[in-house]
């Protein structure tokens, strides 16, 4: 059973903070790295995907990836009231399906 | 571009009912993956489609069905409602099966 774990939160940081959202994952064969953002009622939307090791960079978010330690994080600079969502961290392996996490509740508080 | 497209969007249904789910992909993408999402269990996958050929299946009842038609365009069916059935529907489109998945608003299902 391919796991991807979450804290659930909620992840309160004060608004111009760092958050630093972690995922770990058990299938040691997953390829593809994914983060999703999902506000409240709404559907998940694709922030960044990772499928090396080291860090990846897109404007205010950067994606890390360990993949020896079966880890990947998510952090967001200069936080905004704004990005309070669920994110979701989502690992896939070759064609088997994205697994999704259970999400870890932010809170930027301004 | 058009993103992923869902209807009905919401909709109310009684136990013992069935109800069909219609998804149309982001233009070009030839595979689509329905997701549940309940508060309880989070996303969970129900089954992926590629060119008309269902290629990977989650661990639903016989109730969970689907199909994907030569415009790629896909439906999803459930039978025989029950209570637990109430959720957040997702269809989500990948131009392959191997590549980055992007998600329509949903169908939020309600059973009474």
């Known amino acids: 059973q391919k796991e991807v774990e979450q804290n659930s939160g909620p992840l309160s940081v004060p608004e111009g903070a760092i958050a630093s959202l972690n995922c770990t994952y058990s299938?040691?064969?997953?390829?593809?790295f994914f983060w999703y953002r999902q506000y409240s009622g709404k559907s998940p939307e694709l922030i960044m995907s990772?499928?090396?090791?080291g860090d990846k960079e897109d404007g205010r978010f950067t994606a890390q990836l360990n993949k020896a330690s079966q880890y990947v994080s998510l952090l967001i600079r200069d936080s905004q009231p704004s990005d309070s969502a669920t994110y979701l961290c989502?690992?896939?392996?070759?064609?088997?399906?994205?697994?999704f996490g259970k999400g870890t509740r932010l809170s930027v508080i301004a | 571009k058009a993103g992923v497209t869902q209807t009905p969007r919401y909709l109310i249904k009684t136990r013992g009912q069935q109800v069909t789910l219609s998804c149309s992909p982001i233009?070009?993408?030839?595979?689509v993956s329905w997701y549940q999402q309940t508060p309880g269990q989070g996303l969970q996958f129900l089954f992926e489609?590629?060119?008309?050929?269902?290629?990977n299946k989650g661990n639903f009842p016989g109730r969970f069905s689907g199909r994907q038609f030569s415009n790629s365009r896909s439906e999803m069916n459930v039978s025989t409602l029950e209570l637990g059935d109430s959720a957040l529907y997702l269809c989500?489109?990948?131009?392959?099966?191997?590549?980055?998945?992007?998600f329509g608003e949903g169908s939020w299902l309600t059973v009474v």
């Open positions: 989502a690992v896939k392996s070759g064609n088997t399906p994205l697994v």
């Open positions: 990772i499928y090396s090791n």
């Open positions: 489609y590629f060119s008309e050929t269902q290629r």
């Open positions: 989500a489109s990948s131009a392959d099966s191997g590549n980055t998945i992007y």
């Open positions: 233009s070009g993408h030839r595979s």
């Open positions: 299938d040691r064969g997953s390829q593809s």
